[in-house]
């Protein structure tokens, strides 16, 4: 079926209009006390901009009403950083091993002001390097953000919607 341009318009609209309605908050309580970020404070405000910005991007998949407030009190990213001879800043060796991500968080989803559902939950990416990945090996946050989609579909999604 052919849309007409008048209906590709307002489909668009349509469509634009529920996608804006939907919205994810993050907030973080003292994430320079976090178990592990990066030392320097221009890479540690990088890892929480671009959590935030993945807690963005997975909000796109929330219907059309619905809100998603989440607080991160932790997070310990992949591998551990180790310090480098010679250099400024320091490496983040992944071993494999009980380097895993974890994230500590609570959570809120509100359906036009009613709580669909709320709770405080560890995310733990435990296998994260026997894992297919559908993040590049240049993501630096690839296994935390993979930790995040597993959540957000299985807690905030349930069978409301598939993940792209």
Same mark, same amino acid.
């Given at each position: 079926?052919?849309?007409q341009p008048?209906?590709?318009l307002?489909?668009?609209?349509?469509? *634009?209009?529920g996608?804006?309605?939907?919205?994810? &908050?993050?907030? @973080?309580?003292?994430?320079?006390? %976090?178990i592990?970020?990066?030392?320097? /404070?221009?890479d540690?405000?990088?890892?929480?901009k671009?959590?935030?910005?993945? %807690?963005? +991007?997975?909000?796109?998949?929330?219907?059309a =009403?619905? $809100?998603?407030?989440?607080?991160v &009190?932790?997070? +310990?990213? *992949? =591998?551990?950083?180790?310090?480098r001879r010679?250099a &400024? $800043?320091?490496?983040?060796?992944?071993?494999?091993?009980?380097?895993?991500p &974890?994230m500590?968080?609570? @959570?809120?989803?509100?359906?036009? =002001?009613?709580?669909?559902?709320?709770?405080?939950d560890?995310?733990? $990416?435990?296998?994260?390097q026997?894992?297919? $990945?559908?993040?590049t090996?240049?993501?630096? /946050?690839?296994?935390?953000?993979?930790?995040?989609?597993?959540? %957000?579909?299985?807690t905030?999604? =349930?069978?409301?919607?598939?993940?792209k």
């Amino acid at each position: 079926m052919r849309l007409q341009p008048r209906s590709w318009l307002a489909a668009a609209l349509l469509a *634009a209009t529920g996608a804006a309605s939907a919205g994810v &908050t993050v907030d @973080y309580v003292k994430p320079d006390e %976090f178990i592990d970020m990066p030392h320097s /404070l221009h890479d540690r405000d990088r890892v929480l901009k671009e959590v935030t910005r993945h %807690f963005n +991007d997975l909000a796109k998949d929330l219907p059309a =009403g619905q $809100n998603l407030k989440v607080t991160v &009190t932790d997070i +310990d990213l *992949a =591998g551990r950083e180790e310090p480098r001879r010679w250099a &400024t $800043n320091d490496i983040r060796i992944m071993r494999g091993g009980a380097d895993w991500p &974890t994230m500590k968080l609570s @959570y809120t989803l509100e359906q036009d =002001g009613q709580v669909l559902r709320s709770g405080e939950d560890t995310l733990k $990416n435990m296998m994260y390097q026997q894992r297919i $990945n559908r993040y590049t090996s240049g993501d630096p /946050l690839r296994y935390e953000k993979q930790m995040v989609d597993d959540w %957000f579909q299985k807690t905030i999604l =349930g069978s409301q919607v598939s993940r792209k």
